[in-house]
């Protein structure tokens, strides 16, 4: 049976490991911190798994959301071996958000009974019979327990009151209603901790589910995710966060879903979250199709890794837009340093020309660098954490924040 295995704290950052997992997942790393591969419908935007397989060091976890899955559930239901088996991801740890974190939820749809998701269809309603009957067609490793987290900064604090009771609520339900049915015992719950900007309804929220047998937790209702999880500046709760952290067991993973910027992704790290996933690299900017992660994060006086950075990529900031006509007889590489596929295959003039006629392969090259670039971010991380230099490496990139 998996687990997660913290092993070494330092300064607030955490070490960690899912261990005991299938073979076929555990030649990948699933070291903590993490990021695990955002998908839709079972798929990473744009890639088929052709191209998927060319990413180097690819996490061993996945987070498939439920709002694009659920329209398939019959489907699943009669299809053995779950979503893993039916998306071809069974090398995979699977997880289920109960919202797509790149996707703005729409708001005021969350009742006492029921949480409401959006496919491409329009909205569903998954109360505790429903959501028992779509864990049992997911059969994966880990299912985020229902969870209302419809709040924002100007919630008032009687809906906030009304967010956290629910959401023990729906849990309570959840693992009593999942002790019935034998199939779903190898399905994990990750409880949903929520209470807006409110302290003490916050606090409650932690308290409560750490006391529940749950695997790990969310951390949600900052926001609606999409683009406001962009805008969204961890730093302005690190606080908040900080506090309702250390009321949780050291020994379970916490996750912090949404769009996270590479500012955002170093102070979660820095509070002490273990997994985020890539939606940030598939979809910032609102799906801008022109910008391409180049901030550096090789740290100069201590890394081994050979940097080529020029002047002109050190005044790019954090991304560079490669629709720009700078960039039109350019034929350097997008990140000179990068040894992903597009890097080391394609020029900045050629995705620049595929921009210019809307081919859709810019997209595509695009992500397969911006996917790299922000999974090795997470390998650097946790090189610095181990080597003590996870301070200055965060320094490093906030540094080339753009003005
Ligand atoms: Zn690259």
Redesign the pocket.
């Known amino acids: 049976m998996m687990k997660f295995v913290l092993k070494q704290v330092k300064n607030g950052c955490r070490l960690g490991q899912l261990v005991d997992l299938p073979k076929e997942v555990a030649e990948k790393s699933l070291e903590t911190p993490m990021c695990m591969l955002y998908t839709r419908a079972g798929s990473v935007p744009y890639m088929g798994r052709d191209v998927l397989d060319r990413i180097d060091k690819l996490p061993g976890a996945v987070n498939m959301p439920i709002p694009l899955l659920v329209e398939n559930m019959d489907a699943m239901a009669e299809f053995p071996g779950g979503i893993k088996k039916f998306a071809a991801m069974d090398d995979f740890m699977t997880y289920c958000s109960i919202q797509d974190p790149a996707v703005l939820t729409p708001s005021g749809y969350n009742t006492k009974k029921a949480v409401s998701v959006w496919s491409c269809h329009g909205k569903y309603e998954l109360d505790i019979p429903g959501y028992i009957k779509l864990m049992s067609s997911l059969d994966v490793d880990w299912v985020q327990s229902l969870s209302d987290g419809d709040t924002d900064r100007n919630t008032s604090e009687k809906r906030v009151i009304k967010s956290v009771e629910r959401t023990i609520n729906y849990l309570d339900e959840l693992l009593e209603e999942k002790e019935k049915h034998e199939k779903l015992h190898s399905t994990k719950l990750i409880g949903t901790i929520v209470g807006g900007y409110l302290e003490e309804k916050r606090f409650h929220s932690a308290r409560e589910t750490a006391k529940r047998p749950v695997a790990g937790f969310s951390m949600e209702g900052f926001h609606n995710f999409g683009p406001e999880s962009e805008t969204f500046d961890l730093e302005d709760v690190k606080h908040l966060l900080s506090k309702t952290l250390e009321l949780l067991p050291q020994d379970k993973p916490r996750i912090l879903p949404g769009l996270m910027s590479p500012a955002n992704l170093l102070f979660a790290v820095e509070l002490g979250f273990d997994i985020l996933d890539t939606s940030y690299p598939l979809f910032y900017r609102q799906m801008k199709i022109c910008s391409?992660l180049c901030y550096d994060y090789n740290l100069p006086p201590t890394s081994t890794d050979n940097i080529l950075r020029d002047s002109d990529e050190q005044s790019l900031g954090w991304e560079m837009d490669l629709y720009d006509e700078r960039y039109r007889e350019d034929t350097a590489?997008?990140?000179k340093s990068?040894?992903?596929?597009?890097?080391?295959h394609h020029t900045r003039a050629y995705i620049n020309h595929l921009l210019k006629v809307s081919e859709l392969l810019a997209k595509l090259l695009l992500n397969?660098?911006?996917l790299?670039?922000y999974l090795r971010t997470f390998e650097v991380i946790r090189r610095a954490i181990a080597d003590d230099t996870f301070k200055h490496l965060k320094q490093h990139i906030i540094n080339q924040k753009p003005s």
Do not use: K
């Not at 990068?338 to 080391?344: G, R």
């Open positions: 391409a590489p997008v990140v990068c040894t992903c596929y597009t890097c080391t397969v660098h911006n790299h670039h």
